[in-house]
């Protein structure tokens, strides 16, 4: 049996792991995909936001202590949301992000933070994204790196003799995978990074950033277990805008 990510964090055994992982400040996602994030995030005083996948919210409510005007934060998972804390300019929305409906050019921004390796049909939800951005809105989200995901089953750094390697299998296979990820039969989607960029592109957008972000020094110094990234890209970042001018 495998568990999809719409269902994955309100099973209470992930749950509980999911949220020791996120508890360490050392983790990956506050030393370096957050930060990736940030840097192609464009100024946001007045934009009307979306948050797809906002989990407890962070990333939304920072973007409200930005400026945003209005950030819709969206998460299928009743845990998650129940962790996020509320903001004058934060509206949060259980919904699944592959079924969520919004007007049409509703939207500055769109953003999704380690959420749409989970998406089974990733080129119908960019072609939906691009149809919420108003001309000149943006989307940046980060996901799993395809080199991380792309081996089926996602076994992870795997001994090889004397040291581990990550392998790196089967890229060109794209579809769902399985993890063990603190419980068994984790359900993710490999792609490769031109089907990501090709998809942004497809649906009219033109790409504008582009990430694949490791531990700086310092980080690696305080935290010396985040020095595994330094091996094998852990997340990758796009942005992508929809073009300004339109008719
Ligand atoms: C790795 S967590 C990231 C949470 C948040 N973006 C962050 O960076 O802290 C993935 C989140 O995606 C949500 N998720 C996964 N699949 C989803 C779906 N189909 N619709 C809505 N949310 C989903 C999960 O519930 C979870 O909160």
Redesign the pocket.
Known sequence: MTT???D???DARFFAG?RRI?DDSAGL?DAV??PAVRRLLPPVTGAAVV??????G??ARRLADAGAADVLA????RR?LALAAAHPRVRYRR????A?ALPDRSCDLVV????LH??ADYSRLVGRVARWLRPGGRFVF?VEHPVCTAADPMTGWTATGDRTVWPVDDYASEGPRTQHWIIDGVRKHHRRTATLIGGLLAAGLQLTGIEEPVPGPAAVRNHPELAEHLRRPPVLVLAARREPREG
């Open positions: 999809a990510g719409r994955l964090y309100d999911y996120r996602n995909e957050i948050d797809l996948g906002c989990g407890t962070a990333l969206v998460d299928s998972s998650m919904a699944d992000v592959e969520l999704s933070s380690l959420v989970y998406v980060s």
